[in-house]
């Protein structure tokens, strides 16, 4: 029995061990990651290329828009949070879009993105200028967008990401209220693409191109 109960606690030790290596190259894995994506998201973006081929060859054009995306010290919202403006490319004060994104890790080590909608959008207006602003930031100052988490995953020289729970709503005044929106993005080191599908009740699209959904951005800058 002493030798029974021996063997059973050594392989129930091995196990433990085994369990929490794997469970720490996991962690070690999605810090990496995290870094990575916190590395390579700041920056100035624009998908005027893109527009402009869009009408080279005859299609409905994506908006020519810029995006700059700053890194904010905003511990509320979590550890990698940033803060995005979007504008119409030839007009930066036509914002046409503000938000801030945040990335973490779940229990399992999945990599997830939350992102949150600006209560008084006037009042983070131009930002990224000085985004000491934030420090003033309270938690109701910002809206997540409740089931629209994204979860990111590495591939070989980029990463890609998908809206997991297919529940992602938000209230879009111009588009008549509340809709469903179908989010995806990818990002490397000097690209961020980004979809925003947004449906109605019905299942019509109001907003975006189901052929081809993705703005692409490419990086002109750094910060």
Not at 126 to 148: Q, S, W
Not at 192 to 202: C, V
């Amino acid at each position: 029995m002493g030798k029974f109960l021996r063997a059973w606690l050594s392989a129930t030790l091995f196990g433990a061990g085994l369990l929490l290596a794997s469970c720490a190259t996991e962690e070690k894995r999605a810090e990496s990651e995290i870094a990575d994506i916190v590395a390579w998201l700041p920056g100035h973006y624009d998908n005027i290329e893109q527009s402009q081929e869009d009408a080279r060859a005859g299609r409905t054009p994506h908006v020519a828009l810029a995006v700059t995306i700053v890194p904010i010290d905003i511990p509320t919202f979590g550890d990698h949070v940033f803060y995005l403006q979007e504008s119409v490319a030839d007009d930066p004060r036509r914002v046409t879009t503000q938000r801030l994104l945040s990335f973490y890790t779940d229990a399992e080590q999945h990599v997830l993105e939350a992102t949150y909608t600006l209560g008084e959008p006037a009042r983070w207006r131009d930002a990224h200028l000085n985004p000491d602003v934030f420090k003033g930031m309270m938690y109701k100052d910002a809206t997540p967008l409740t089931g629209c988490e994204l979860l990111w995953k590495k591939e070989p020289a980029r990463f890609v990401a998908v809206s997991p729970s297919g529940q992602c709503r938000a209230t879009i005044p111009s588009l008549g209220g509340g809709v469903k929106l179908l989010r995806r993005a990818e990002l490397s080191a000097d690209e961020w693409f980004t979809s925003e599908l947004a449906y109605n009740s019905a299942g019509v699209l109001l907003q975006g191109d189901a052929a081809d959904p993705f703005y692409r951005f490419r990086k002109r800058s750094g910060l």
